[in-house]
């Protein structure tokens, strides 16, 4: 008899376990393969231990990868993914669109005023937001200060391309595997081409003229990409072409550049003796100039959105506001360590002392994001809004294909003005096609 109720009572409690089972929401995440995302996805077990009716599955890919996921998702409406990490490219151009679920009357504690106005301007669309920041960046040199200090160089605040190219020669020894400067390579519009734009900018170029015509093949282009490949190929690491974020992230941190331009969001990684074999000798200034100051920085948030494709909306926003909220942040900081906190998103994560003592980059990267306007990139007038891309709908198959047409003049495939001549020819027959012109805003 007691082995006939322990049966049915095993039984009952199966089936409930089933039932739960069953009853819980699954919340399928996109996202790209950055150390901050890889915290998240770690700390996200505490989110699921309070919500035990949502789980979450997470699918993990390189940048250029998850963007190509993700925009055939969302265009076909195949509801794959309920949260999307998409940028302050797409935002705007997908809410037009009516791809993105607007965040709309968001509780009082979740401190939406809290989030930097630049920040939350850019992932706005007719007043209304459509995706909130997990972190946001601009850029900024990192440099080796026992390198630097052994060479006798001092870096000021806002240093100079001229300074760049100076530095790297004398820093590079490839006998002992050091490189002057490590740079993105790697081909894609918001791999090379964010980069390069940044370069382009500062050199005084521009993508396009007023009229929407492209300006690749311009003198200011030529310039800003010469001085890129002679910097890579005479100072930079072998397979440069092959090198994005990740990896250049990956070069510094092993001790293998002296300097490195990039995201300020790797400075927390940089600075973290878990993740860097230099956290120590570390130091950091603004991203250089060229002509002007115009465009030298960008300005960018890694954010999380919810396509209206998804039919788990309601498990989705609450998942998107735990990750992107002020005690996330405090999460991350207590266990993971205060630099390591989500930048560039919260003023209130500025305001904290814990945070301000350790991460002394964190001033540096409050300015460059303060300072930084993407409407207005260049020293010229311009019809886009942007700096390390051009805000149409466009500019994603253009970046890409100039992507890699530049990385065939980094790797001597092409020479650099049949390059920048093709670019440009390529370019302007897809702005053609695409209506742009002289009555197109």
Known sequence: MKLRILATWVAALSLSSIAAAQAATTVTIGTVNNGDMIIMQKLSKQFEQQNPDIKLDWVVLEENVLRQRLTTDIATKSGQFDVATIGSYEVPIWARQGWLKPFENLPADYAVDDILKSVRDGLSYEGKLYAVPFYAESTMLFYRTDLFQKAGLTVPEQPTWEQIKQWAEKLTDKTIGVYGVCLRGKPGWGENIAFLSTMIHTYGGQWFDMNWQPTIDSPEWKAAVTDYINLLNKYGPPGAASNGFNETLSLFASGKCAMWIDATVAAGLLYNPAESKVADKVGFAQAP????????????????????????????????????????????????????APPGTRMSTYENPKYMEAAPFAKPVLAAIQSTDPTSPSAKPVPYTGIQYVGIPEFQAIGTQVGQTMAAALTGKMPLDQALKSAQAATARTMQQAGYGKDKK
């Not at 960008?298 to 494709?309: C, E, Q, T, V």
């Not at 926003?317 to 207590?334: D, I, R």
């Open 289 to 340: 100039i060229g002509k002007t100051e115009k465009g030298s920085h960008w300005l960018w948030a890694w954010s999380l959105a919810i396509p209206n494709s998804s039919d788990a909306q309601a498990a989705a926003q609450k998942f998107v506001l735990w990750a992107t909220s002020k005690p996330y942040v405090q999460l991350v900081g207590e266990q993971v360590g205060w630099a390591s």
